[in-house]
T-cell receptor
Framework: KNEVEQSPQNLTAQEGEFITINCSYS?????LHWLQQHPGGGIVSLFM???GKKKHGRLIATINIQEKHSSLHITASHPRDSAVYIC???????????FGTGTSLTVIP | DSGVTQTPKHLITATGQRVTLRCSPR?????VYWYQQSLDQGLQFLIQ???????AKGNILERFSAQQFPDLHSELNLSSLELGDSALYFC????????????????FGPGTRLTVL
């Protein structure tokens, strides 16, 4: 049983397209993280959010606590956005941290 | 560069052996996390330390142990290695909001790739 589910698993887009990656979770949480893992393996934290919406450049992350759902949007996608995007949640019981299996994004020029 | 360093970058060893992975957090960060990423299981949280004390445990096997030293660097010890332990092991650090796991932004090291033959 996965506490965090992401969709889609794989995504191919043309440069310039608007992209949405979804994350649903089944546990009560106090924070949700979006991570980016580059083809070389390095991981970068993009957002940490507990409510509402955050924006950084072309990236937007939203969360709906009642629905237990978060989305990561990329506007005007670029080939350099090609990476695996991982959703992770901090549960509000037991001090645990759960990961989704990731969404592999390829942006074609 | 996240400021988190991990050594070694690659490690090849045999089944039954013991290895130690090392992590130095960003300057000023009190929390250190260890994660395992394997092809079939994805990223998994292993353990968190805050200012020298264990704060949270995830899916860490009994054959694995970790500690955080007074200078805040951390070591992950893996013993009686099995083929299935082959994975990327990431360390991350954060300022450490009340020592709670995942409560603040984490900065990831480049990882140690462990291959068990």
């Amino acid at each position: 049983k996965n506490e965090v589910e992401q969709s889609p698993q794989n995504l191919t887009a043309q440069e310039g397209e608007f992209i949405t990656i979804n994350c649903s979770y089944s546990v009560g949480i106090s924070a949700l993280h979006w991570l980016q893992q580059h083809p070389g393996g390095g991981i970068v934290s993009l957002f940490m959010l507990s409510s509402g919406k955050k924006k950084h450049g072309r990236l937007i992350a939203t969360i709906n606590i009642q629905e237990k759902h978060s989305s990561l949007h990329i506007t005007a996608s670029h080939p350099r956005d090609s990476a695996v995007y991982i959703c992770a949640v901090r549960s509000n019981t037991g001090n645990q941290f759960y990961f989704g299996t990731g969404t592999s994004l390829t942006v074609i020029p | 560069d996240s400021g988190v360093t991990q050594t070694p970058k690659h490690l090849i060893t045999a089944t039954g052996q013991r290895v130690t992975l090392r992590c130095s957090p960003r300057s000023g960060d009190l929390s250190v996390y260890w994660y395992q990423q394997s092809l079939d299981q994805g990223l998994q949280f292993l353990i968190q330390y805050y200012n020298g004390e264990e704060r949270a445990k995830g899916n860490i096997l009994e054959r694995f142990s970790a500690q955080q030293f007074p200078d805040l660097h951390s070591e992950l010890n893996l013993s009686s290695l099995e083929l299935g332990d082959s994975a990327l092991y990431f360390c991350a650090s954060s300022r450490g909001v009340a020592g709670a796991v995942g409560a603040d932004t984490q900065y990831f090291g480049p990882g140690t790739r462990l291959t068990v033959l």
